[in-house]
C-alpha cells in the first residue's frame, strides 16, 4: 500500500519560510520522480516543483527562485523548502509521486498539507 505523508504546512506571514516534508512508503522511492503540486479554491492543481530519480528539476514559475524541492532516498522522503512567501502562495500543497516525466500529472498522491500566507 502506497502511502505518501505531508507535514510542514501552517500559518506563516507574508515573507516567512516554512519546511513541508513528504515521507513515502509502499514504493521504491529511489526510482520515483517526486513533485509537489498545490490547489488553491477555485484553482486547478499546478505544479510546484518536482525532482527526478536522478535529482533533476523543475518548478513553476511563479515559485523560481522562491522555493527549492530536495529529496533524500536514504529516508524515503522529499522536502520543499519555501522561502520569501506570498499571499498567492496559499494553498493547500500535495505530494506526488510517480513514474512519468517531470510535468505530467499522474501516480500517488498525498492527502495534502494547508499553507496559508497572511499577516
Known amino acids: 500500500q502506497v502511502q505518501l505523508v505531508e507535514s510542514g504546512g501552517g500559518l506563516v506571514q507574508p515573507g516567512g519560510s516554512l519546511r513541508l516534508s513528504c515521507a513515502a512508503s509502499g514504493i521504491t522511492f529511489s526510482i520515483y520522480t517526486m513533485g509537489w503540486y498545490r490547489q488553491a479554491p477555485g484553482l486547478q492543481r499546478e505544479l510546484v516543483a518536482g525532482?527526478?530519480?536522478?535529482?533533476?528539476?523543475d518548478y513553476g514559475d511563479s515559485v523560481k527562485g522562491r522555493f527549492t524541492i530536495s529529496r533524500d532516498n536514504a529516508k524515503n522522503t522529499v522536502y520543499l523548502q519555501m522561502n520569501s512567501l506570498k499571499p498567492e502562495d496559499t494553498a493547500v500543497y500535495y505530494c506526488?509521486?510517480?513514474?512519468?516525466?517531470?510535468?505530467?500529472?499522474?501516480?500517488?498522491w498525498g492527502q495534502g498539507t494547508q499553507v496559508t500566507v497572511s499577516s
Open positions: 525532482i527526478t530519480s536522478g535529482g533533476s528539476t
Open positions: 506526488n509521486a510517480k513514474l512519468a516525466g517531470l510535468r505530467i500529472i499522474t501516480g500517488y
